[in-house]
């Protein structure tokens, strides 16, 4: 046998880095060290190293892939193993992108572990830095007598895992089903809080008697009153998100967690079409299982309170790899752009890739008003558009690619929305405010006859509750 010394450093530092890392044999095997924290997720097997790794390989040809987060190139090492001996080899991590200089950093908002996660203090303290993130949040969550790892966390900054590079922090996931699975409620995330929030499930996926009770919005009012942000999970699934919505309960909007769902804007457009000014935001759920992350401008050097900020007012973008910027009339993502009918707005959104986009479009109420293609893809570029202002709305750009990632997801960034105010109420508004009033009235129908509470007083406060979000919608018609 051989023994393969790695070390992994950036090009330009010079310095060791964390990374993950693929080792293929001259039989094609993936080979890692024993005791090595493996990455969890569908696509390619890695093996975590925190800049150094030794394993044993077979003779002959073998392959190294070495990834690092989302702005460096993946290196690839090619060489031909002696049948003993050492083979040291130095794989230098080349960035593509540093995002960083510009003001923008990325954050994952969403990670648990499971209970059958036997090392979290050691996978914790290496996910930030192998995925190249400034804010990590693991959160703890409640369903039946399941142990999750990330339960044994406390609430708060994690000092123990944080550093002046990597801010992490533990939350909490709020949530409700009507079954084990079957978005109920539905789902919200609650970061920068400093107390758990009670209860942290209510319905089955407490025990088989426990009610439906109390609504999600009551979790969205306890956290603010700490000084927290709410996220919505879940592409906008559950009864109580367009409720939520409407009463401005939620500060942001996650996309995309679980990375396993199809890549799903429907309900969050119709949520912006109605009127809703929710950020874009993303997590990866279980684990680190996608390269889903979300960017915050601070403008300057990362600092958590300004990134949080940043996250609120909707300075954001969202990818597993692709920059994405949008620049309408000279105002960002988070804007608001004072206008009129008629008139027209100069938009351009620029983007930068590793991996090839196939597809650029900018949106306007969800419409797309100019797009450009690549049928061999673009690693980097520029789309130039005039938008024509017939109505109040958003405007926001959108990359799509043919291409994966080695977790094998399709390549994608989105940007949060510009906001437009041209004193006209658009159609879009009217079909969105009349798709959630049906949504609502149906979700009525299960709390008055399915719903299970104490009592009749807390199904009263569930169905007056959506009743309010209702009125918003039937005011917009």
Same mark, same amino acid.
């Given at each position: 046998?051989?023994?393969?010394?790695?070390?992994?450093?950036?090009?330009?530092?010079?310095?060791?880095?964390?990374?993950?890392?693929?080792?293929?044999?001259?039989?094609?095997?993936?080979?890692?060290?024993?005791?090595?924290?493996?990455?969890?997720?569908?696509?390619?097997?890695?093996?975590?190293?925190?800049?150094?790794?030794?394993?044993?390989?077979?003779?002959?040809?073998?392959? #190294?892939?070495?990834?690092?987060?989302?702005?460096?190139?993946?290196?690839?090492?090619?060489?031909? /193993?002696?049948?003993?001996?050492?083979?040291?080899?130095?794989?230098?991590?080349?960035?593509?992108?540093?995002?960083?200089?510009?003001?923008?950093?990325?954050?994952?908002?969403?990670?648990?572990?499971?209970?059958?996660?036997?090392?979290?203090?050691?996978?914790?303290?290496?996910?930030?830095?192998?995925?190249?993130?400034?804010?990590?949040?693991?959160?703890?969550?409640?369903?039946?007598?399941?142990?999750?790892?990330?339960?044994?966390?406390?609430?708060?900054?994690?000092?123990?895992?944080?550093?002046?590079?990597?801010?992490?922090?533990?939350?909490?996931?709020?949530?409700?089903?009507?079954?084990?699975?079957?978005?109920?409620?539905?789902?919200?995330?609650?970061?920068?809080?400093?107390?758990?929030?009670?209860?942290?499930?209510?319905?089955?996926?407490?025990?088989?008697?426990?009610?439906?009770?109390?609504?999600?919005?009551?979790?969205?009012?306890?956290?603010?009153?700490?000084?927290?942000?709410?996220?919505?999970?879940?592409?906008?699934?559950?009864?109580?998100?367009?409720?939520?919505?409407?009463?401005?309960?939620?500060?942001?909007? @996650?996309?995309?967690?679980?990375?396993? @769902?199809?890549?799903?804007?429907?309900?969050?457009?119709?949520?912006?079409?109605?009127?809703?000014?929710?950020?874009?935001?993303?997590?990866?759920?279980?684990?680190?299982?996608?390269? @889903?992350?979300?960017?915050?401008?601070?403008?300057?050097?990362?600092?958590?309170?300004?990134?949080?900020?940043?996250?609120?007012?909707?300075?954001?973008?969202?990818? @597993?790899?692709?920059?994405?910027?949008?620049?309408?009339?000279?105002?960002?993502?988070?804007?608001?752009?004072?206008?009129?009918?008629?008139?027209?707005?100069?938009?351009?959104?620029?983007?930068?890739?590793?991996?090839?986009?196939?597809?650029?479009?900018?949106?306007?109420?969800?419409?797309? +008003?100019?797009?450009?293609?690549?049928?061999?893809?673009?690693?980097?570029?520029?789309?130039?558009?005039?938008?024509?202002?017939?109505?109040?709305?958003?405007? /926001?750009?959108?990359?799509?690619?043919?291409?994966?990632?080695?977790?094998?997801?399709? #390549?994608?960034?989105?940007?949060?929305?510009?906001? +437009?105010?041209?004193?006209?109420?658009?159609?879009?508004?009217? /079909?969105?405010?009349?798709?959630?009033?049906?949504?609502?009235?149906?979700?009525?129908?299960?709390?008055?006859?399915?719903?299970?509470?104490?009592?009749?007083?807390?199904?009263?406060?569930?169905?007056?509750?959506?009743?309010?979000?209702?009125?918003?919608?039937?005011?917009?018609?």
């Amino acid at each position: 046998m051989t023994k393969l010394a790695g070390v992994i450093i950036d090009e330009t530092t010079g310095e060791p880095v964390a990374a993950r890392v693929q080792v293929l044999d001259s039989r094609g095997v993936f080979i890692h060290p024993p005791n090595a924290i493996l990455k969890v997720g569908p696509g390619a097997p890695f093996f975590y190293s925190d800049g150094a790794f030794d394993v044993d390989i077979t003779r002959g040809p073998t392959q #190294v892939i070495v990834e690092r987060g989302t702005e460096y190139a993946p290196a690839i090492v090619k060489l031909d /193993a002696a049948p003993t001996g050492t083979e040291a080899v130095e794989i230098a991590l080349r960035r593509w992108s540093d995002l960083a200089q510009q003001g923008w950093h990325p954050g994952n908002t969403h990670i648990h572990y499971d209970e059958k996660e036997g090392r979290p203090d050691e996978r914790l303290q290496l996910d930030p830095r192998v995925e190249d993130l400034r804010m990590t949040a693991v959160s703890i969550l409640k369903r039946g007598e399941l142990e999750y790892a990330t339960n044994k966390y406390p609430i708060g900054v994690l000092t123990d895992f944080s550093s002046a590079h990597h801010h992490v922090q533990c939350g909490e996931e709020s949530r409700h089903n009507r079954e084990p699975w079957t978005i109920g409620y539905g789902h919200i995330m609650l970061l920068n809080i400093r107390n758990a929030v009670e209860p942290l499930s209510r319905g089955v996926l407490v025990d088989a008697f426990e009610p439906d009770y109390p609504p999600l919005s009551y979790a969205c009012d306890d956290a603010r009153r700490q000084g927290g942000l709410v996220i919505w999970c879940h592409n906008g699934q559950g009864m109580e998100a367009p409720v939520a919505a409407a009463l401005g309960k939620l500060d942001a909007f @996650n996309l995309f967690d679980p990375s396993w @769902n199809d890549a799903e804007y429907d309900i969050y457009y119709r949520m912006l079409n109605a009127g809703m000014r929710l950020p874009a935001s993303t997590g990866s759920d279980w684990y680190i299982s996608s390269a @889903n992350r979300v960017y915050s401008y601070t403008g300057g050097a990362f600092d958590y309170e300004v990134w949080l900020q940043a996250l609120r007012e909707g300075r954001t973008f969202i990818t @597993n790899g692709p920059a994405l910027h949008l620049d309408v009339d000279g105002q960002a993502p988070g804007s608001e752009i004072e206008s009129s009918v008629g008139s027209k707005l100069g938009a351009t959104v620029r983007w930068q890739s590793h991996y090839p986009v196939s597809r650029i479009d900018l949106l306007y109420n969800g419409n797309v +008003v100019a797009c450009e293609a690549f049928k061999e893809g673009s690693t980097a570029g520029e789309l130039v558009a005039d938008i024509d202002v017939n109505a109040d709305g958003w405007i /926001a750009a959108k990359a799509s690619s043919d291409a994966r990632d080695s977790f094998f997801q399709p #390549v994608f960034a989105h940007t949060s929305p510009i906001y +437009v105010k041209a004193g006209r109420h658009s159609e879009e508004k009217k /079909a969105a405010a009349a798709w959630f009033d049906d949504r609502i009235e149906t979700s009525l129908e299960w709390v008055r006859a399915k719903g299970r509470f104490y009592t009749d007083r807390q199904r009263q406060e569930v169905v007056d509750l959506f009743r309010q979000g209702q009125q918003v919608y039937r005011d917009m018609m």
